[in-house]
């Protein structure tokens, strides 16, 4: 069982957004962020539902015959023992060169990428991973970021 974490620099939402049953990859910073949008994973509910908003309860995940994670909301009370953690890096573009950078170029050998996208070229680039993660990992992350302008960059390295 997972627990749904977004995870933004100094930021951690104790929620995954979905829009229309999908987790989206919708960066804002790089060459390919207008209009692009690319399902990370999608998500498992009964024939002919759909959905879109704040995924906050405990999650399943499992991977199709074709290797995409397959996110499955469970019910009742059910306890996490990991995190589901969506991970959005990025390196501001143009116009915004004062905010400082967040990278996080590998993670930890307990953690598992189920989903890799990224923008690159042009100004800025975003870098999108969702993962299964120990309990706290989006928190000892994000405690290591500094958001203010001009702080340089946030390299988080394991």
């Known amino acids: 069982m997972f627990a749904p974490k977004m995870l933004i620099s100094s930021r951690v939402n104790d929620y995954i957004v979905v829009d229309h049953n999908n987790i989206i990859f919708s960066p804002g910073w790089g060459q ?6 690319a399902v ?4 498992w509910l009964a024939d002919g539902i759909e959905w879109s908003g704040n995924l906050r309860n405990p999650v399943a995940v499992k991977v199709a015959s074709n290797g995409t994670p397959v996110i499955v909301p ?3 009370d059910k306890v996490a023992t990991h995190e589901l953690v969506l991970m959005i890096t990025y390196c501001p573009g143009n116009g915004a060169k004062r905010r400082p ?7 930890p050998p307990n953690v598992q990428v ?6 690159s070229g042009g ?11 120990p309990l706290g990992f989006a928190e000892t992350v994000s405690s290591q970021c500094n958001d203010a302008k001009d ?6 390295v394991f």
């Open 32 to 37: 390919n962020r207008s209009n692009y949008r």
């Open 74 to 76: 469970l019910s009742g």
């Open 40 to 43: 990370m994973a999608p998500l």
């Open 123 to 133: 100004s800025g680039w975003e870098r999108w991973r969702l993962l299964i993660a």
């Open 114 to 119: 189920l989903a890799d996208l990224r923008t």
């Open 151 to 156: 702080s340089g960059e946030n390299v988080i």
């Open 101 to 107: 950078c967040f990278r996080v170029p590998n993670v």
